[in-house]
Nanobody, 125 residues
Framework: QVQLVESGGGLVSAGASLRLSCAAS????????MGWFRQAPGKEREFVAG????????DYADSVKGRFTISKDNGKNTVYLQMNSLKPEDTAVYYC??????????????????WGQGTQVTVSS
């Protein structure tokens, strides 16, 4: 059984940075994609960034491109989301997720089979 545990959320001012972590356990992820999604109150869950475990190819939503960076540490089975120049509109619960077998990064929630519990990110203006 795959388990994902996010950490690193918090309350920051606009322009600040945060780094989210997602520690994965329960299986190997060599052919998987790891994704970060976010969901603000009253809105649908949206894709933020994703990375292929093998090869490290990445994909980003246009709204975060140039500000957020996704990376991974194979030895720790951990994926990170470095968030810089945060804006109030980045406020949401952030979730990490795993797509078990894929060669591309899925951009829809239905493409992922396992989810973490989420971590709150609040950016004040």
């Amino acid at each position: 059984q795959v388990q994902l545990v996010e950490s690193g959320g918090g309350l920051v001012s606009a322009g600040a940075s945060l780094r989210l972590s997602c520690a994965a356990s329960g299986r190997t992820f060599s052919n998987s994609a790891m994704g970060w999604f976010r969901q603000a109150p009253g809105k649908e869950r949206e894709f933020v960034a994703g990375i292929l475990w093998s090869g490290g190819s990445t994909d980003y939503a246009d709204s975060v491109k140039g500000r957020f960076t996704i990376s991974k540490d194979n030895g720790k089975n951990t994926v990170y989301l470095q968030m810089n120049s945060l804006k109030p509109e980045d406020t949401a619960v952030y979730y990490c997720a795993v797509c078990e077998v894929t060669y591309i990064v899925p951009r829809t929630p239905s493409g992922y089979g396992y989810w973490g519990q989420g971590t709150q990110v609040t950016v004040s203006s």
